[in-house]
C-alpha cells in the first residue's frame, strides 16, 4: 500500500496544481495557432511546446542544479540549460539577427533613402507605450518598473528576437508574455493592420503609384552594412551587439566571397536557433510566471505598442508627402514595423485592391527593413538607459 501511495504521489497528476493544466491549455492553443492557422509556426510551435513541457509537474525541465560545498549533487533539467545557454547570455536572439542580416537586401532601402523616416517613425509606438506602461503603474492599475515598462514598449517594433534580448535583460520574468505578445502580433499582421490603414488613408492615397527604384550597384551594398555598424559602435554601443551581428549576416550575403556562410545563416543555423530559442522561451510560461494581472496588461500594451507604431508609419508618409515631388503612397509608411517581411506584403496586397497596377512590394520592403534598423536603435536606447 506504501509503495501505491508513494507512485501516485509521484505522478503529475497528483502534484499538479490549478494554474498547470491552464498553462498546458495555452500551450495547445499556440500549437492550434501554428499548425491550423499557420500564425508564425515557426516561432509559435516550438514556444507552444516549451509551455507544455514546463508546466508538466516533477518533470523538472527547467530545474536549478543543485550545489553543495561547490559541488554539483544533481543536474539541472534541460530546458534551464537552454534558457540560460541561449537566452541569458543573449546569444540565441544575436544568431538569430544574423540569419535574418544574411536574408535581407538592403537594395529597396538604398535605392529610397528616404523611407528610413517611415521606419524611424514607426518606432513611435515602443516609445509611446514605454509611457503608457509608467502611466499605468503610476494610477496603481499594474505594477511595471520603468526596466518592466521599456520590456514592454519594444512589442511594438514588431520584432520577436529584439524583444526577447532587451526583455531577458531588463524583465526576465515577463519574458515569456513579451515574446508571446510579440510573435503573436507579428503572426497577426494581415488582421491588424488593415483597419488601421484604411481608417488613416484615403482610397486616392492608396492608389498612388510609386515611381521605379534605382538600381542599387554592389559597392554601396557592401558599404552600407559596414558602414551602419560604424555608426551605432560610435554613437549607440548598447545597440551593438544587434546591429553587428546583422551587419555580419547581410555583409556575407552581399560580398559574394563567403556563399557556403551565408547560405548556413539563412537555413540551417537559423532554423536550429529557432528551436531551441522558442523552447527557452515556452520555458518561461510556467502558470508561477504567466499568470497574473502582469501576463493581461502585456498584451494589451503590446497590441496597442503596435497600432501606434503601424499608425506612426503611415502618418509620416502623409507629412512626407506634403513636401516631396515624387509622392509616397502611404501604405508603405504601415510596413515600418520591422514584421518582415509579412507588412511589406500587406502594404502590397492593399495597393493591389485600390489599383490594379499598383505593385508596392519592393517600396515596401524600404521601410520594413529601417524598421528592423530602427527596433535594433531603440533597444540600444533601452539599454543604455536602463540595462
Excluded at 508546466?55 to 540560460?84: K, Q, R, W
Aim: aromatic share 8%; hydrophobic share 55%.
Amino acid at each position: 500500500m506504501d509503495k501505491l501511495t508513494g507512485l501516485w504521489q509521484s505522478t503529475g497528476l497528483y502534484q499538479m496544481d490549478l494554474g498547470q493544466p491552464i498553462m498546458i491549455a495555452v500551450g495547445f492553443f499556440l500549437l492550434y495557432l501554428a499548425i491550423r492557422k499557420g500564425f508564425e509556426p515557426l516561432s509559435l510551435l516550438p514556444i507552444g511546446f516549451g509551455a507544455i513541457l514546463v508546466n508538466i509537474p516533477g518533470a523538472g525541465l527547467m530545474d536549478a542544479p543543485l550545489i553543495e560545498a561547490g559541488h554539483t549533487i544533481a543536474s539541472g533539467g534541460f530546458l534551464y540549460y537552454v534558457y540560460n545557454v541561449g537566452i541569458s547570455s543573449g546569444a540565441f536572439p544575436l544568431i538569430i539577427f544574423m540569419g535574418v542580416g544574411a536574408m535581407t537586401d538592403f537594395g529597396p532601402l538604398l535605392a529610397n533613402p528616404k523611407t528610413l523616416f517611415l521606419g524611424a517613425a514607426a518606432q513611435f509606438g515602443i516609445f509611446a507605450t514605454v509611457l503608457g506602461a509608467v502611466a499605468i503603474s503610476s494610477m496603481g492599475w499594474i505594477d511595471f518598473s520603468i526596466a518592466d515598462s521599456a520590456a514592454i514598449g519594444i512589442i511594438g517594433g514588431a520584432d520577436g528576437p529584439t524583444a526577447i534580448f532587451v526583455a531577458s535583460r531588463l524583465a526576465p520574468d515577463l519574458l515569456g508574455a513579451i515574446a508571446v505578445a510579440a510573435y503573436s502580433y507579428m503572426a497577426l499582421v494581415p488582421i491588424i493592420q488593415p483597419p488601421i490603414i484604411r481608417l488613416l488613408t484615403t482610397h486616392e492615397e492608396r492608389c498612388i503609384e510609386m515611381v521605379q527604384l534605382r538600381h542599387v550597384s554592389r559597392t554601396e551594398k557592401i558599404v552600407f552594412p559596414l558602414l551602419l555598424l560604424m555608426l551605432v559602435a560610435l554613437l549607440l554601443p548598447t545597440a551593438t551587439p544587434l546591429l553587428g551581428m546583422f551587419a555580419l549576416g547581410n555583409l556575407m550575403r552581399e560580398s559574394g566571397v563567403v556563399d557556403r556562410l551565408s547560405d548556413t545563416a539563412q537555413n540551417a543555423l537559423i532554423n536550429i536557433v529557432t528551436i531551441f530559442l522558442g523552447l527557452a522561451v515556452g520555458s518561461k510560461m510556467s502558470a508561477e510566471h504567466f499568470l497574473n494581472v502582469k501576463t493581461l496588461g502585456i498584451l494589451s500594451l503590446g497590441i496597442i505598442a503596435f497600432g501606434i507604431g503601424t499608425a506612426a508609419g503611415i502618418l509620416m508618409a502623409k507629412l512626407m508627402n506634403k513636401f516631396a515631388k515624387h509622392k509616397v503612397n502611404p501604405l508603405i509608411g504601415s510596413a515600418g514595423v520591422s514584421a518582415v517581411p509579412m507588412a511589406a506584403r500587406v502594404s502590397n496586397r492593399m495597393g493591389l485592391e485600390a489599383n490594379p497596377h499598383n505593385f508596392l512590394l519592393m517600396h515596401a520592403m524600404g521601410p520594413n527593413v529601417a524598421g528592423v534598423i530602427g527596433s535594433a536603435v531603440a533597444a540600444g536606447v533601452m539599454l543604455a538607459l536602463l540595462g
